[in-house]
């Protein structure tokens, strides 16, 4: 059964750093792109990053470039995307998913599983 499962969401004061872990199981990491997320309220979902499973691309959102790295562990079947100088915008459910990214346009209906996803709120 293919699963991904979110964790490290929190509350955190403008400026300050999370760490979001993505555990996958069910499959093969290695043959998958995994990107993160994320959608707030009363918007769409939008891509924030994505890791190629070819040569291990990172293609980031203009919004969080310089501030968000995703990476990734095959060994341990887990994507995390580490979120630094948060900003009252980056706000949202973050949600990681399964499918392929081949540049900086990739779109939630080619990645076809998805977790549960885990909140961010950035507030002083």
């Known amino acids: 059964q293919v699963q991904l499962v979110e964790s490290g969401g929190g509350s955190v004061q403008p400026g300050g750093s999370l760490r979001l872990s993505c555990a996958a199981s069910?499959?093969?990491?290695?043959?998958?792109?995994i990107a993160w997320f994320r959608q707030a309220p009363g918007e769409e979902r939008e891509g924030v990053a994505c890791i190629s499973n070819i040569d291990n691309s990172t293609y980031y959102a203009d919004s969080v470039k310089g501030r968000f790295a995703i990476s990734r562990d095959n060994a341990k079947n887990t994507v995390d995307l580490r979120m630094n100088n948060l900003k009252p915008e980056d706000t949202a459910v973050y949600l990681c998913?399964?499918?392929?990214?081949?540049?900086?346009?990739?779109?939630?209906?080619?990645?076809?599983?998805w977790g549960r996803g885990t909140q961010v709120t950035v507030s002083s």
């Open positions: 998913a399964r499918g392929y990214c081949k540049s900086e346009h990739y779109y939630p209906d080619t990645f076809n599983s």
């Open positions: 069910g499959f093969t990491l290695d043959y998958y792109s």
